[in-house]
């Protein structure tokens, strides 16, 4: 029972300490002062109606949209065929092969910044929309391996077997069996990646021209230039739409859960 209790206060702390920087920094998203600054004077919705007309605000809105699906399509698809490749027993050097795949989560932003920099110059893609989702695509295609391996291991070998003892073509296989079996991991890579192309800043930088600049490159340029609470209307939209976004991939995957029982 103490140690129930024990996990129970450890887990409670650990939520507060994740959760609290956004509770202190969305109410200012709704102040009327030109400053981050508490109290709050009077609620507004002022810096919202400023990011939807500030030239600047609505292309990097526009920017980040853009790159974030061309990021989400792409990851996902690259992502779920790595997986699917993995998930072959008799692959060779198989740890190996996944270490590779989970890479970019651990180098140094910078690092990897850099070194797509000078190979997007030589390609001649540097300072454009396809440099910048092939740069966030290298970074989101990790998150969707692991998601969806996590969801090929829970399917049954046996009933891919029994399909394909049937008749079916591994191509009918995989469409009709494989693919909607594995669809509530794909769901949750896809929200992933695309959550990782919104928030994506470094590589950006590194990648992205005048032309290409996304709402967190927004964001971090103008707590350089000028702290407003703009940025705190900003973050409330990321949040408010990463959660939509998952909220939208659980519903999605109660639904075939629901038609798998049924």
Same mark, same amino acid.
């Given at each position: 029972?103490?140690?129930?209790?024990?996990?129970?206060?450890?887990?409670?702390?650990?939520v507060?300490?994740?959760?609290?920087?956004?509770?202190a920094?969305?109410?200012?998203?709704?102040?009327?002062?030109?400053?981050?600054?508490?109290?709050?004077?009077?609620?507004?919705?002022?810096?919202?109606?400023?990011?939807?007309?500030?030239?600047?605000?609505?292309?990097?809105?526009?920017? $980040?949209?853009?790159?974030?699906?061309?990021? #989400?399509? *792409?990851?996902? =698809?690259?992502? +779920? &065929?790595a997986?699917? %490749?993995?998930?072959?027993?008799?692959?060779?050097?198989?740890?190996?092969?996944?270490?590779?795949?989970?890479?970019?989560?651990?180098?140094?932003?910078?690092?990897?910044?850099?070194?797509?920099?000078?190979?997007?110059?030589?390609?001649?893609?540097?300072?454009?929309?396809?440099?910048?989702?092939?740069?966030?695509?290298?970074?989101a295609?990790?998150?969707?391996?692991?998601?969806?391996?996590?969801?090929?291991?829970?399917?049954?070998?046996?009933?891919?077997?029994?399909?394909?003892?049937?008749?079916?073509?591994p191509?009918?296989?995989?469409?009709?069996?494989?693919?909607p079996?594995?669809?509530?991991?794909?769901? $949750?890579?896809?929200?992933?990646?695309?959550? #990782?192309? *919104?928030?994506e =800043?470094?590589? +950006? &930088?590194?990648?992205? %021209?005048?032309?290409?600049?996304?709402?967190?490159r927004?964001?971090?340029?103008?707590?350089?230039?000028?702290?407003?609470?703009?940025?705190?209307?900003?973050?409330?939209?990321?949040?408010?739409?990463?959660?939509?976004?998952?909220?939208?991939?659980?519903?999605?995957?109660?639904?075939i859960?629901a038609r798998?029982?049924?």
């Open positions: 029972m103490l140690l129930k209790s024990a996990r129970l206060t450890f887990g409670t702390l650990a507060i300490f994740l959760l609290a920087p956004l509770v920094i969305l109410p200012l998203a709704f102040t009327s002062s030109q400053f981050l600054t508490y109290p709050i004077p009077e609620f507004s919705l002022r810096w919202f109606d400023e990011l939807f007309t500030a030239a600047a605000w609505r292309r990097a809105i526009f920017n $980040s949209l853009v790159i974030g699906g061309g990021t #989400t399509v *792409l990851a996902t =698809v690259l992502g +779920t &065929l997986a699917l %490749g993995l998930r072959n027993w008799n692959l060779p050097f198989k740890g190996t092969v996944r270490t590779l795949f989970l890479l970019p989560m651990v180098v140094p932003a910078v690092v990897m910044g850099v070194g797509m920099q000078v190979l997007f110059v030589q390609f001649g893609i540097a300072s454009s929309y396809f440099g910048v989702i092939v740069a966030h695509t290298i970074v295609i990790p998150f969707v391996v692991v998601s969806v391996i996590g969801g090929l291991g829970g399917i049954d070998r046996r009933v891919e077997l029994a399909a394909a003892s049937l008749g079916a073509s191509v009918t296989v995989f469409r009709r069996v494989t693919l079996l594995a669809m509530p991991g794909i769901l $949750s890579g896809a929200v992933l990646a695309f959550a #990782t192309s *919104l928030d =800043v470094v590589l +950006t &930088l590194f990648v992205a %021209g005048p032309n290409q600049r996304t709402l967190a927004q964001m971090f340029a103008t707590i350089r230039e000028n702290i407003s609470p703009a940025i705190a209307a900003a973050a409330f939209l990321f949040i408010v739409g990463t959660i939509a976004l998952a909220i939208i991939a659980l519903l999605v995957r109660r639904q859960a798998r029982g049924g």
